[in-house]
């Protein structure tokens, strides 16, 4: 499996990010995907995960600031944040898991001017 993570940039706070990911390869063995970061001179954190089935679950501190949602037919997840904030600021890292192995895109950074 292999995961491209784009949409990280540059944005002011206030101002909303679509993140995408999108998988390819082994696909039908994926059982889920979903959202981790790491600001600077922090641990990575999980930010949110979604199901095969579509069943989302958020970090508690992540509920109601973000939202996951996948496209089956694009083999895509996405993570939208509307109201960003400086602490949103962390490289972004998509994942997937199956029964074997956990996978990770390359990460995309996104940074929140105040």
């Known amino acids: 499996v292999q995961l491209q993570a784009s949409g990280g940039g540059l944005v002011q706070a206030g101002g909303s990010l679509r993140l995408s990911c999108a998988a390819s390869?082994?696909?039908?063995?994926?059982?889920?995907m979903g959202w981790y970061r790491q600001a600077p001179g922090k641990q990575r954190e999980l930010v949110a995960i979604?199901?095969?089935?579509?069943?989302?679950r958020y970090a508690d501190s992540m509920k109601g600031r973000f939202t996951i949602s996948r496209d089956n037919a694009k083999n895509t997840v996405y993570l939208q944040r509307n109201n960003l904030k400086p602490e949103d600021t962390a490289v972004y890292y998509c994942?997937?898991?199956?029964?074997?192995?956990?996978?990770w895109g390359q990460g995309t950074q996104v940074t929140v001017s105040s």
């Open positions: 390869g082994n696909i039908n063995s994926i059982n889920g």
């Open positions: 994942t997937a898991w199956n029964n074997e192995y956990s996978y």
């Open positions: 979604i199901t095969a089935g579509g069943k989302a």
